[in-house]
């Protein structure tokens, strides 16, 4: 059972073979029926373009996060997300919790191992892409701009609830998440509650639709924790 939600409310903060008479055709069954090892240096290349692609802000690993320190977080079905298989069957991934709790770090965790399986990821936040969105729909370019979206395995949307939201950019991110919903997985990151988010989107319809679609298929984490930014730092004031 998930943990209950603790209201934090605005915290901000290849061999030698004969060439047949289609060597590209023989070679690729080849390479299909033999998957380069994680460690070839062709399979590294593809790797870090895709990592390039998915503009993480930093790189962070599962191997990386301390379990122990945020005990809230059921840390099986999270190495078990590990697998990917959530990203095959499309499904979505809510983190919820307080500053520092390691949100960002597992959602890029996971985007890493997305971009290591070859899928395409992308990162963004949501003042970012809420900004993106905006200007494509004055420029006319919407449409391309959220078609674009929608041809990632995996997207990474970071941050909901830092800043406002308008209607307009409210409406906006509705579009993003119906064109994706069912066809492509949300890995969603916030600082709010559910019942919550009706105050970020200044509008409890929109918001209601996009909850509806995100948590219809989604594994949703409510961190409950001390932030690893303060790791040691607290009880080191206290000390004097
Ligand atoms: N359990 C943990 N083990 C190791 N490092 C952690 C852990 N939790 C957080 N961190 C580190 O602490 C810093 C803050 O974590 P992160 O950015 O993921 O927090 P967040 O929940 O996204 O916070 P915010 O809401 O402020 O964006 C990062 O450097 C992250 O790698
Ligand atoms: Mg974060």
Known sequence: MPSRVVRWGRYHEQGTHRLSRKPAESLKAKRDANP???????????????????????IKTMEEFDFSFQPSIREKEIISLGSLDFVAKKENIIFLG????????????????AC?????????TVQKLLEELLL???DGSLLDKLLGYSRLNLLIIDELG?????KEQANLLFRLISMRYEKGSIILTSNYNFDEWGEIFSDQVVAAAIIDRLVHHAHIFYINGTSYRLKGKLRASTDY
Not at 98 to 113: E, N, Q
């Open 36 to 58: 380069l090892p994680r460690d070839n240096p062709e399979n590294e290349g593809t790797v870090k373009t895709k990592i390039t692609k998915a503009r993480f802000p930093f």
């Open 98 to 113: 307080p500053p520092g709790v390691g949100k960002t770090h597992l959602s890029i965790a996971l985007g890493v191992k």
């Open 116 to 124: 290591m399986a070859k899928y395409r990821v992308g990162f963004v």
């Open 136 to 138: 494509s729909a004055k």
């Open 162 to 166: 830092y800043m406002p939201v308008t």
